[in-house]
């Protein structure tokens, strides 16, 4: 019987999050990218595909955790800890270790954020009146250790500390790990201080959540070393249920982790040289054998020479982008989408090609795009300008030459055009007066005219020289 047709298996994906959903493809060693229909095919198609009653048992209790998440938040009573023992097909690194699911969120790690200490650990928003609109008040105290790491931290130019107490926000109802989430009209404040938080509606509907990504907020600006802080949250109640968590961090810049590549994520030459090989390996069935495979040298993202060039664990593709460009834009968007497949690209996944570092330390500075060839081997790809310099020139002698004249007139030269040598000192100068312009019209030869307009009384005639 194929399981993936069952109604009662739809039933149990829809139900499942987002992110449950991803914890099952990763662990499948498969793309996360995608809306929910997209990941639940994959999971379905794998079901086919497998056959395996120990992956559809897998299915069924991380729906039974999520009933249980939710019956246990109804009662208030903390639900214990579950492990899932995943079959060997889903775990082809490690076999025999098991799924930890918690049902207490867990926050997805964010690369321009270490996390120090937890100074308050992960609390739902409990709505505390009826109504949409929630107002739920925090208290913490900074320890001696957590005072001192403020306090000696370095300031940016642009005014931001390097160790922040931040605020984070995600769904309370995720099976695992979670992305960070405001809820619908949010806004913080610290000690009766407002706190900015950035975030855009994708609609002024009411209830509308925040889009993502969602950032940390930095309550650091308005804390009270020695003294307890309070912090106030008004959000709205629409019948989805958050969690809080704060946390002592410290800001990485982009230029640590673009260090941190260098020296823990460079893909080998020799594994590279592999995946080139297998790009151009000919396939039997295909009568058109491939001989070369051309790589662009200018980043997707900066459209400028690549310096650092990487791409992503999951990516298929041999083409590479920029890595200090790519984690520059994710520093300020953390977006970690690849430009080139458009697949997720995280800051762990990403490799960087040890073999095109090599070809951009050797080629000229004019190379922007190179081929592999079947030896593994490489040549310089130099596109043929000329031609496109011919169609340039002569598109440049067709085109008409419009000049500003200081008097506020536009003059159209036609000269160039004239192919008779003796008319060459002719010139005749043809104006017209239109509205407010005069446009003078200069060729060699002889010009037909129209008729003239009739001069006003008052005004000047309108003269022609031929």
């Known amino acids: 019987m194929f399981i993936g047709n069952s109604p009662v298996l739809q039933v149990m994906l829809e139900a499942l999050r987002v992110t449950e959903l991803r914890l099952l493809l990763s662990k499948m060693g498969k793309s996360k990218s995608g809306l929910k229909k997209d990941l639940m095919k994959r999971v379905v198609d794998l079901l086919h595909n497998e056959c395996n009653p120990e992956l559809l048992s897998a299915v069924r209790e991380l729906h039974k955790l999520r009933k249980v998440s939710k019956d246990a938040r109804r009662s208030s009573k903390p639900s214990p800890v579950e492990i899932i023992s995943m079959p060997a097909c889903v775990l082809p690194e490690n076999p025999q270790s098991p799924i930890s699911v918690c049902t207490e969120p867990q926050m997805i790690k964010l690369p321009f954020y270490q996390t120090l200490d937890t100074i308050l650990p992960p609390t739902p928003l409990v709505p505390m009146y009826e109504g949409a609109m929630q107002n739920s ?31 984070r926000i995600c769904y309370s109802e995720s099976i695992g790990v979670e992305e960070d989430q405001y809820p619908p009209h949010i806004c913080v404040s610290v000690n009766h201080a407002n706190c900015p938080v950035e975030c855009t509606y994708s609609s002024n509907k009411l209830g509308t959540e925040p889009s993502r990504p969602c950032r940390p907020i930095d309550l650091t600006p308005n804390l009270y070393l020695t003294f307890t802080n309070r912090f106030s949250v008004l959000w709205g109640n629409f019948g989805k249920s958050y969690t809080v968590a704060v946390y002592l961090v410290r800001v990485v810049p982009s230029q640590d982790l673009l260090d941190q590549l260098r020296s823990t994520a460079v893909e080998q030459q020799e594994l590279c040289r592999q995946r080139v090989s297998e790009k151009l390996r000919s396939d039997p069935e295909n009568e058109i054998s491939t001989t070369g495979l051309q790589v662009s040298l200018i980043c997707p993202l900066a459209k400028m020479r690549m310096t650092v060039p990487c791409r992503a664990r999951g990516c298929a593709h041999l083409q590479c982008f920029d890595a200090s460009f790519y984690l520059q834009m994710n520093e300020r968007k953390p977006r970690w989408t690849c430009p080139v497949c458009h697949r997720y690209a995280p800051f762990d996944e990403l490799l960087i090609d040890s ?9 000229g500075e004019d190379v922007e795009e190179i081929e592999y060839l079947s030896d593994s081997s490489w040549r310089a790809v130099r596109h043929d300008k000329s031609d496109k310099n011919k169609e340039t020139v002569q598109h440049q002698q067709i085109k008409h030459k419009v000049n500003c004249n200081p008097m506020g007139s536009v003059i159209v030269d036609l000269t160039q055009f004239s192919s008779d040598d003796e008319d060459f000192h002719k010139e005749e ?11 003078h019209f200069r060729k060699c030869g002889i010009v037909k005219t129209t008729k003239p307009k009739k001069p006003k009384k008052t005004g000047p005639k309108l003269l022609t020289k031929l």
């Open 137 to 167: 008040d925090f208290l913490f105290h900074l320890s001696a250790s957590q005072q001192a790491q403020i306090q000696n931290s370095k300031t940016s130019q642009s005014g931001l500390t390097s160790i922040q107490v931040v605020l």
């Open 355 to 363: 073999l095109l570092c090599g070809v951009l330390e050797s080629c």
């Open 429 to 439: 100068t043809v104006s017209t007066h239109l509205e407010d312009k005069s446009v």
